[in-house]
């Protein structure tokens, strides 16, 4: 829901950013490899209950992976960068809530269960829709230029990383937070199956 308003912020600085680190000869891939290894860091740290250290690296991994699309397109956009991309992103939603509970499995276990099927249902809809919408040569730049079909929704990049700076910040309501947030991804997915229906009619 919020990613239209952030990106229309940070865009530009982001793209003149990119347009540096690709003059100086990085690639997109490596950025969006280098993103996944930073929040990796961040997971580890989280596990280990240092969560400054986790939000720090967090944000900045989410950086690099705002940067690695920027890079690419001053060179050239590649399908399997977009494809390398998605499923980096994906492990990276998977590893936060599953670091927390590895912190406090008893507490936090069944909230982070919840919250991880939540993105993986939210996930399914978000990539089956692009893959329908790929096959009717349907396209939208409602996100900027995109490997593929981004439908929005009330859960996106932009609320999911708040949340996870939540759950950095006060660690104690974790579960609380998790259950919250699961909710709004189903949601989301619910909402993405209905506007399928009206798109998607033989």
């Known amino acids: 829901m919020l990613d239209g308003v952030v990106r229309k912020q940070i865009d530009p600085v982001l793209d003149a950013i990119g347009k540096k680190m690709a003059g100086a000869g990085i690639t997109a891939n490596g950025v969006t490899i280098a993103a996944f290894l930073v929040g990796v860091a961040a997971a580890v740290s989280i596990s280990q209950m240092w969560f400054w250290t986790g939000l720090m690296l967090l944000l900045f991994s989410r950086l690099l992976d705002g940067l690695d699309g920027c890079v690419a397109r001053a060179t050239s956009p590649t399908d399997f960068g977009g494809y390398l991309d998605i499923v980096l992103d994906f492990a990276f939603y ?16 069944i909230a982070g269960g919840l ?10 809809s978000f990539l089956a829709y692009a893959t329908m ?19 929005t929704g009330l859960a ?18 974790f579960a609380v937070i998790a259950y919250i947030f699961a909710g709004v991804c ?5 909402s993405r199956i209905v506007l399928a229906r009206e798109v998607f009619k033989d």
């Open 133 to 151: 919408a790929e096959k009717r040569g349907l396209s939208t730049d409602q996100r900027g230029s995109k490997s593929l079909y981004f439908t």
């Open 186 to 190: 189903f949601y989301t997915a619910l």
């Open 115 to 124: 919250l991880i099927l939540s993105f993986y249902v939210n996930g399914a």
């Open 156 to 173: 996106e990049g932009t609320e999911t990383i708040v949340t996870f700076v939540l759950f950095c910040l006060l660690p104690q309501w």
């Open 94 to 109: 998977g590893m936060i809530p599953f670091a927390f509970i590895v912190v406090d499995p008893a507490e936090n276990a």
